[in-house]
């Protein structure tokens, strides 16, 4: 840990690379949750000399991932590569352990309580996986409980009952929001993530996690502009067309198959199209599909009389009528 030297006027801490004193250590030595360092809760090496130490590395392995973390190993630093691309977001190299550090703290990470043993049980965890991820999760009678797609969705780690648990609860977002784009369905995902740590950090006590968590859900939420005040902004000013609406549900929840108690087992769509398409196109002497589908079965019932084939319209009201021979001569 950093050496404390007492003076006259005030403690000063040294760096255990370059000796340089320092008045406090909070600005000039990162802070660390490792046991290694519990008597400070900050790493031994100033801030100065840790990004010399990234450049070292970096001009070793060339490879600032790669530097990254074989500085965390050395200083027992929790380290995980979806983090490290989070902090950097393509910065450069001077901005990498800083932005590190910043995201460090954040509950997906672990608060900054991890150190790099978890590093490594997460890696042994991920090669565990691989067999997880093609396979899905089986019961003991080698029945698949939870998918591969549920595993690639949902990434590895969770129990079964978690798996069942963010499945339901991102089914229950997709049934009351619209989830029209790939980035709101990676944030209600989160929100989903979220929801189940911070149940866990309730079960267990921890109002501090509890609480950050909270706040992350919220900040979520307005990223995703489902914050109920957004969603009534939304309702007021952004109606979307009857068209665009149509189009929208059938994209996201198109109507399905009936089952096969409630097809069409009367016929009522055919008795329809016969008898009033058919029947209408007829009468007003239009020829289409539906004008001879409605001879067709009109041919059925058309009772045909040979005396008859020749007469005129009057004689044949004459036969009816009458029901005399004289259509006939």
């Known amino acids: 840990m950093p050496a404390k030297k007492q003076t006259k006027n005030e403690a000063q ?4 690379c370059c000796g340089k004193n320092y008045p406090v250590l909070k600005g000039n030595f990162r802070p660390s949750k490792s046991p290694r360092y519990a008597a400070t809760g900050f790493l031994p090496i100033c801030n100065t000399c840790l ?15 790669l530097a990254m973390k074989r500085l965390c190993m050395a200083w027992d630093i929790y380290f ?5 691309k989070v902090s950097r977001k393509g910065k450069g190299i001077s901005y990498v352990i800083s932005g590190y550090f910043s995201q460090l703290n954040f509950p997906k ?31 003991e009678e080698g029945n698949v409980i939870i998918s591969p797609e ?39 995902r989160d929100l989903c993530i979220i929801k189940l740590q911070q149940n866990k950090a309730l079960q267990n006590n921890d109002v501090d996690s ?18 109920p005040i957004q969603e009534d902004a939304s309702d007021k000013t952004g109606e979307k067309p009857l068209g665009v609406m149509i189009q929208m549900f059938e994209n996201e929840r198109p109507i399905p198959n009936p089952d096969p108690e409630w097809e069409d087992v009367d016929g009522i769509v ?10 209408l196109s007829k009468m007003l002497g239009i020829k289409n599909k539906y004008a001879a589908m409605y001879e067709e079965e009109m041919d059925k019932y058309r009772a045909e009389v040979p005396e008859l084939e020749d007469a005129d319209d009057d004689g044949v009201f004459d036969y009816i009528i009458n029901g005399s021979n004289e259509a006939t001569k």
């Open 270 to 279: 055919r008795f329809i199209t016969i008898y009033f398409l058919g029947h």
């Open 109 to 139: 990470w672990g608060s900054g309580t991890k150190t790099y043993d978890d590093t490594l049980i997460e890696e042994e965890k991920e090669k565990e996986n691989i067999t997880s991820i093609e396979d899905g999760i089986k019961d």
């Open 210 to 227: 509890f609480t950050k968590l909270g706040n992350l859900f919220q900040k979520t939420l307005a990223s995703a502009n489902l914050q």
């Open 80 to 84: 995980n590569e979806d983090l490290y």
């Open 13 to 16: 801490y040294v760096c255990c």
């Open 51 to 65: 990004d010399k130490e990234l450049y070292k590395y970096d001009e070793l392995y060339n490879d600032t991932k």
């Open 150 to 188: 549920m595993i690639a969705k949902w990434g590895t780690g969770f129990t079964p009952e978690e798996y069942k648990y963010l499945e339901n609860s991102f089914g229950d977002w997709k049934a009351k929001v619209v989830i029209d784009s790939k980035a709101r369905e990676c944030l209600v």
